[in-house]
């Protein structure tokens, strides 16, 4: 009776992943390739490349940080690359944050007071919300804290600080002017920090970039616009010397002002993987049935292929194990409170926000808003179930 059971559960689950024929090219092309982790699969482009660019899921997304943090953490990284190079993080922070990450022994309250000081101060938005940040400089110090060879990080967006910013008419000026052409500020950053790094013989470096920041083209806007991309213009100044890598995401898109998602080529390659019960992989775009595919990240470009856009494709976790955090506690620290809100108006003021702005006074409106960004809040894409379906419906049942 026992074995009788077994075999029908057997046979149920082979059932139910018996696939769809559009996904069988996937499976086939992923059956005959070697199963690397995505870890190992990074890792080796630096055996024959300088710069590896990884793009970045949604800020949010974390389990994507403990892909980085295996990655930072393997002795090959910290004695051969030792370099990293981020869009997240204004450039007249840099100084500051190479001092912190590279003085050991220092007391864990000073050392939380201080990620909350850079998280603080890291964007030209009045408070940068996205957890990954604060978890990303304090792997890196423990790492450099506990290990002889030293990891560099070098925040690349543009110069922004919010002391020179009084009104409105000043984050203007500040916003408008320093942010904007923001892709090609960030890659002259980067190219410039690296041309000195490299004089110190050591000229590997990764790159991590968020989304379309990463592509290797520049793209069009919805209104015709040229978009253009900081991967674009270092493909063209590093050419083969560098390398970008495409992390599995959703791809994500706004419908009525509203932020959605959706699966790549309509769930066929999340599918292919759960197919062979694999959430842990990298492969090159080239020769292989993926990199061929029509590249519908971006819905406006027509004739362009994955391969065309990024080098190699890694597979971490499903989507069902993806997880997006923002906030955490001691964000908002008290002696920060008053800044937090004198940002907040004249970012209400700029955006001409005037329902938040009958509010910013109000001490009960003041103290939730506290509360809240004091409160880690951890959620999964809002359209999960839909994104499981995607993948799901190439299952014969």
Known sequence: MRNTILLLLLLSKIYCYSQNPEIKPYVDYL???ENKSAKDYILQQFKTHDIVILCERHHREFSQYELIK???SDEYFKKNVKNIFTEIGVINLQPEITEFLKTNGLDSLYVENKLNDFQQNASFYFVWEQYNFHFFLKTIYDINNNSENQISLYPSDSEFDWKKVKTAEDYKREYEIEIEPRDSIIAFNIINRYKKIKSEKNKKALVILNYRHAFKIHTIRSNGELQ???????SDYFGNRLVSILLNCPIFFKKD?????KLIQDGKWDAAFKKLDIDNMGFDFKNSVFGNDKFDLWNEIEDIKYKDVFDGF?????IENHDLIEYYKG???KDFENEF???LKIQLEYFENTSFLE????????EGVVKEWNTKKNIKYGNLKYLIESRDKYFIK
């Open 70 to 72: 295996e990655i930072l």
């Open 314 to 318: 890694v597979f971490y976790k499903t």
């Open 31 to 33: 059956k005959k390739t």
């Open 359 to 366: 509010k910013i006074e109000d001490k009960t409106f003041r």
């Open 341 to 343: 809100f004198r940002r």
């Open 228 to 234: 253009q991309n900081t991967g674009k213009y270092l």
């Open 257 to 261: 002002k509203k932020w959605e998602y």
């Open 331 to 333: 964000l908002i620290s």
